[in-house]
């Protein structure tokens, strides 16, 4: 493999409250999303799958929000936050806080 640009900075928590700019591009850049129609996004069935996966994450998981979302035949930009004021104290992953939580009666 090719050398790769670092995506995260050495040292830096990402479980913090914080607001995150995500980019996510195709391999080889194909426009497997859609196409761009007369100023339009025209998108493929894996183009609306990415997309209501982006909405399902703040569904999905109470602790993060969407502030901006833009799919594009080849890519998507995303901004999300981790809102502090829902979270109180639970550090871990995604993967840790999406348990569901058992009934204890």
């Known amino acids: 493999m090719r050398e790769r640009k670092r995506n995260r900075k050495p040292g830096f928590d990402y479980s913090s409250s914080?607001?995150?700019?995500?980019t996510t591009c195709t391999k080889?850049?194909?426009?497997?999303?859609?196409?761009?129609?007369?100023?339009?996004?025209?998108?493929t069935d894996?183009?609306?799958?990415v997309e209501k996966q982006w909405y399902w994450l703040f569904k999905r998981y109470w602790y993060?929000?969407?502030?901006?979302f833009v799919l594009m035949p080849n890519h998507i930009h995303g901004i999300l936050e981790i809102n502090p004021g829902l979270f109180t104290g639970l550090v871990g992953t995604?993967?840790?806080?999406?348990?569901?939580?058992?009934?204890s009666n």
């Open 94 to 103: 995604g993967r840790d806080l999406s348990l569901p939580e058992l009934d």
């Open 64 to 68: 993060i929000k969407s502030h901006a």
């Open 28 to 43: 080889d850049k194909e426009c497997f999303f859609g196409s761009i129609t007369d100023g339009k996004l025209l998108k």
């Open 18 to 22: 914080n607001i995150y700019f995500v």
């Open 46 to 49: 894996a183009g609306d799958v």
